[in-house]
Structures are given as structure tokens and as C-alpha cells.
């Protein structure tokens, strides 16, 4: 069912690095191969892995690569760790922290000041500033 022929292969571009798919794509840049009715990944075709429980991993970080040298398996956990140890999992969960700990923070500051902050308000207002 899956082999990689000459239709195949006129969707990849072979650069000296990656082998990008120039084929279809999804939302999140990984190539997208459609057989009969259904989608398959060009990058665990050409590892013949197309079991969703075992991951086909980028080395390269290139989700549109299908080079077998940038690509190994790895199972669901590994790519997420993998994804973290490459900082994407942790960039957005200490944002969302960040983010967090500020509100937490402004609400702290705003109850011990408060009276300071109105009074600084109520003077701009005087003042015509607001
Ligand atoms: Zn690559």
C-alpha cells in the first residue's frame, strides 16, 4: 500500500540538509499524504511507521522534512519530552506562569496601595489627566 514511488518522490524537494515535502500540508506544517480516503503522513511512510501510537520524530525539528536521517521513532512520551527539553512545551507554560503570577501580583499590589493609587488617580483627574 505504501510505497514510495516516483509519485511519491516528485513531492519532495531533497535539499543537501532536509527533505522537505512540497505536497499537502496541515495546519501544523507536517506534510500531508492523501491514499483512497484517507491522510497519511508522508514522514512515517517513509519510515514505514504509520501506527499513530508509535511517533515519528523530527531530529531536525522541520515538521515538513521526510529525510530518514533527520527522522526517528519514538513513542508519544518521547516527543513530548523531546519537545520540552527543546523549550516549546516550557516557553508556553512559563508564559501562561508569567502571566498568572502577574495578576496575582497586581491584585496584591493594588490592595496595599490602593488608597495611594486612588488618591494618585483622583489628583490626575483634578488635574484633567483622565
Ligand atoms: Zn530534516
Known amino acids: 500500500m505504501f510505497t514510495l514511488d516516483e509519485k511519491f518522490w516528485s ?3 531533497k535539499t543537501e540538509t ?3 515535502w512540497i505536497g499537502g500540508k496541515s495546519s501544523k506544517g507536517y506534510g500531508r499524504l492523501r491514499i ?7 514522514h512515517r511512510i ?3 511507521c504509520v501506527d499513530s501510537s508509535i511517533d515519528v520524530c523530527h531530529k531536525c ?3 515538513s522534512c521526510v529525510n530518514p536521517d533527520h527522522l526517528f ?7 513530548m519530552q523531546d519537545a520540552s ?4 512545551l516550557t516557553r508556553e507554560k512559563l508564559y501562561a506562569n508569567k502571566k498568572e503570577r ?18 494618585k488617580r483622583k489628583l490626575k483627574r483634578n488635574l484633567g489627566f483622565v
Not at 483512497?36 to 508522508?42: E, L, V
Not at 527539553?85 to 516549546?88: A, D, I, S, V, W
Open 85 to 88: 527539553k527543546k523549550g516549546r
Open 73 to 79: 521513532i519514538g513513542t508519544r512520551k518521547d516527543n
Open 46 to 48: 517513509v519510515m514505514k
Open 11 to 13: 513531492k519532495v524537494n
Open 102 to 119: 502577574s495578576k496575582v501580583q497586581w491584585a496584591r499590589y493594588y490592595k496595599k496601595h490602593r488608597k495611594k493609587l486612588l488618591e
Open 18 to 20: 532536509c527533505w522537505i
Open 36 to 42: 483512497g480516503s484517507k491522510f497519511f503522513s508522508p
Open 61 to 63: 525539528d522541520n515538521p
